[in-house]
């Protein structure tokens, strides 16, 4: 069966980085759009990041604009998400996500991980 598994949270102070990461099995990773959305208390999930196929392009939310960069490896299947200049409002569990085509809904995605929790103290 698919299984996405990511990696890399933790703690971070305000202004610091991390990377997290997400390796998929069971599917054919080269096929599948790869994004990253998250979760905060008490808030909806939400869209975070996405990159095409091949790593052609990427696309962003508002909100993490020029802070936080997707990349793909798809020789290891994996995805990456580096994440500098965290704030405490990036604090939140972080999905991975594989979609058959480049959505920001969570309503098209195809598959999901189980969340790696981020939390950003000030």
């Known amino acids: 069966q698919v299984q996405l598994v990511e990696s890399g949270g933790g703690l971070a102070q305000a202004g610091g980085s991390l990377r997290l990461s997400c390796g998929g099995s069971?599917?054919?990773?080269?096929?599948?759009?790869m994004g990253w959305f998250r979760q905060a208390p008490g808030k909806e999930r939400e869209f975070v990041a996405h990159?095409?196929?091949?790593?052609?392009?990427?696309a962003y939310a508002d909100s993490v604009k020029g802070r936080f960069t997707i990349t793909r490896e798809d020789a290891k299947n994996t995805v990456y998400l580096q994440m500098n200049n965290l704030k405490p409002e990036d604090t939140a569990v972080y999905y991975c996500a594989a979609s058959l085509r480049l959505t920001s809904a969570t309503t098209r995605v195809n598959y999901w991980g189980k969340g790696t929790l981020v939390t950003v103290s000030s």
């Open positions: 990159i095409s196929l091949s790593g052609v392009s990427s």
């Open positions: 069971g599917l054919t990773f080269s096929n599948y759009v």
